[in-house]
């Protein structure tokens, strides 16, 4: 049985639009379709194997790894390295993970509180 594509799948295979901001062989990075701050962009890595970090296993060490460094260079690029920002990964329902492919939020350009929602 094939599973139904994901919507992030579907915008790696640019089969609807994203606005870009990053892409190489293993990762896509764009705009979030419903930005939560200034500058809310995600990161995807283009295998569908992961579904959740759940699913990550020390085979994706160097791919997470990659992930990283993205985001890191990212950040700085979009401007809000120097005041802070925040990653998150929200990893099933009680995390209100909404689309099955693993994804980091980068979030930033305003002040995040403590705990979060
Ligand atoms: P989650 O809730 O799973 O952690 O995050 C999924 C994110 O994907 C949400 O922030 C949502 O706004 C974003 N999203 C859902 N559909 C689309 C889409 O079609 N395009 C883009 N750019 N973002 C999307």
Redesign the pocket.
């Known amino acids: 049985m094939t599973e139904e594509k994901t ?2 799948k ?2 790696i295979d640019k089969e ?1 639009p ?2 870009i901001v990053y892409e190489d062989d293993l990762c896509l990075a ?7 701050a200034p500058v ?1 962009v ?1 990161i995807i890595p283009k295998t569908t194997e992961l579904r959740s970090l759940d699913d990550v296993a020390p085979k994706d060490e160097a791919l997470i790894g990659h992930i990283f460094v993205v985001i890191q260079r990212l950040a700085r690029e979009l401007g809000i390295a120097e005041n802070g920002y925040r990653v ?3 990893c099933g329902v009680n ?5 099955p492919h693993l ?1 980091f ?1 980068l979030i930033g350009g305003r002040g995040f509180s403590w705990p979060p929602g």
């Open positions: 919507i992030f579907r915008i609807i994203a606005k764009f705009h979030d379709v419903s930005p939560q809310h995600l998150v990964s929200n995390a209100c993970q909404t689309v994804h939020h």
